[in-house]
């Protein structure tokens, strides 16, 4: 074909290619072709021409199915067949042979500018305000949707709808169990009965004490991390304190409870989570509705042109049993959550409840086949319309479900549980903690004993405590010597029990020889035994601990202990610094049974083979041994004597003998709380008085009193 040619000499070109570049003008080409060729390319042009217009109507058509499936009503996109702008232009004052064929060319991008714009930006803007994709779940929810329309082998087909009935076995199952009795427990004020029963059965029994004689209840009640018994009751108080932010002394609610503020936002998160599962079911359903529906299914280039009725009922099945699940799992993790009594463990159960929702995602990452999970993937989202109006319903509907929902389980589940929580604290540790109670079966009677009210941490240890110190040898300091510092060993387990059991009647009357006479002193024949001596320094350990005095390491140091109530060890070491050997000194305690060893007693007896026969004077030993009346009866008898119908009779004869001395005892000769006479005295509580007022007592006219002088012989007594 002949090349166009262009008039030499002439500017033309330039002229043509600046003319292009004004918008809005209609262009032209002149070509010169020959008279033979300008049929032929009017009939390709009209080929090209009706091509182009079958096209278009496709287009069309295509558009119209789009607009169809969104329900846009009224706004449809039309869309005309452009007009053939081609013009033939026979230029003559060319050669005969040649024409010019001019093709004009509006400007697309410039006709109608304004117009085209604007009617684009007002519809651009209506999709946009009632339309958003919805992509399909990346789940295995989402297997059914897919079965059977994508070149997969048997096997993975196979597998794939394994997975989705393997998903719904393990998120229904969980539902199942969690709402069985077993995984929820018994309810919370259920323990408060259990809690009676420990308290009036265990909490205070004097077998639980430890060796400081704390009792039990008192150990569970303040924290003690040594419990071994009762641990569940612990752990109980433990759990109260912590959820409602109750000090251990504490029994009124405070103002913040942190636990309730925890479970409130475990519950809530929990809600939210169960909220957004519903969301992506409606979604999913909308989004499965939308699809045309037809006999079968027409699914290509990732798109669905078609769903089958067999499929979508299918997939209404799946968004049917997830509903049903998630509301299982809403109810029955809010019951869970609002029973957790455990504030360290509120966040893992809200996490692990969060975890059934997402198995289906877990088996669609972890095991779904490939070629099935990127056919997923791939599908072209969905168009779903929204409103404002119903986004606005929405919203008002997830609001007030969320308030309502929060507001009864604080109401119907954690005001309960806290009215149950402080119930539970009270009938655990509420009142007195410090007692304990022992039963005496041979008696019939239950006796109680005052313990320490509450543990301290710089409070001195017990005894026992003392000798696990010293013995437990985890440093220098605790790792004993050759001899232990407090313990004394038994040969064997029935050594062992005897030795706990034996009073100290019998303890002191097991060593032949007054202790401190015979060993502690200089000149006393055991002084130089190296084995008695350490023996019985660890005898004098003992007592100077049991008196508070731990660095005490003689008699004399301790000499103005004696006279305590529970000083018995100390009066069964130190005979002679406590006056079990002085016939003359207070009679309180001076007996076998408060201690005082047998040996020591006979050489008080042995003193008195040179003594006088007339009373004592009124002296301060007179006068201490009256005054310490009230406390020693009172102890005898587990009592306060002083409140009795007899301290009047007894405090006239306190009184009677305070003030005329052993003059007294032939008006009162015997103690009206005790019935014992005062001359005879008591095994249990006080020698006899004998020994002080040998002429009162009448020491040369009976012979049944057992401590009276040498010199009161019969015929003697008046001289």
Known sequence: MPAPTIPAGSNRAEEDMDSWKEPGKVRSIELELPDDRLSVMEHEFALWRKQLQSELQQVTARLQVVEARLNAGSQTVKADAPTDETKVVHDYSLPLDTATLSLEVHDANQADTEGASGRRSSRSSRMVQEFTEVSFEESAWSIPLVAGLIDVGIVDTMFAIALVFLNLLMQSAFSIILLTPGFMGDEFENKIQSAQMWRTSVAHDERYMDLAGTSLVTRVCNGDGSVILSTVQATLVEHVNSFLGMEKDEFTLPAFRPGILLCMLCIV????????????????????????????TSFGENTFEAMSWGRFCLLLLTYACRTVIATVLLVAGILWLARTTSISELMLNAVALNAILDVDEFLFVGMTPIKIQHAIQNLEPMQVKY??????????????????????????QLAPLTEAMLDLKNELCGGNQSFVVGFNPETQLTHA?????????????????????????????????QIATYLIFSTDKSSFSNDNSRSIELESGMIPFCT????????????????????????????A???????????EEMRGMCNGVENRLLRM????????????????????????????????????????CEDADNDEDWQAFWRIYPEAVSHYYSADVTQTALWPLANQTINAMLQDGCAALTQFPNDVMTTAEWCSGMPQLFRPLSAVCPRSCGCGQRADLTLCPASCASGNSSN
């Open 269 to 296: 998160l929990w809600t939210l989570c169960i909220l957004k599962e519903f969301r992506r079911i409606w979604v999913q359903l909308e989004a499965a509705a939308g699809i045309p529906k037809a006999l079968a």
């Open 387 to 412: 409103s404002r109006r119903r986004s606005e319903c929405e919203s008002m509907v997830h609001f007030m479900g969320l308030v309502i929902l929060v507001s009864s389980t604080y109401f119907f």
């Open 449 to 481: 004993l005052i313990t320490p009210a509450a543990l301290e941490i710089g409070r001195n240890l017990t005894l026992s405590e003392l000798g696990v110190q010293a013995h437990k040898a985890t440093s220098p300091e605790t790792t004993p010597g």
């Open 516 to 543: 401190e006479t015979s060993i502690l002193n200089p000149d006393g024949p055991y002084y130089s035994d190296f084995a008695l001596r350490q023996f019985t320094m660890v005898l004098i350990r003992n007592a």
């Open 545 to 555: 601990a049991s008196v508070g005095l731990h660095h005490a390491r003689s008699c």
């Open 573 to 612: 070491v130190c005979g002679e610094a406590c006056g079990c050997t002085d016939p003359k000194s207070s009679a309180w305690y001076k007996v076998a049974a408060q201690g005082c060893q047998p040996p020591c007693l006979q050489l008080a007896q042995a003193s008195l083979s040179g003594g006088s």
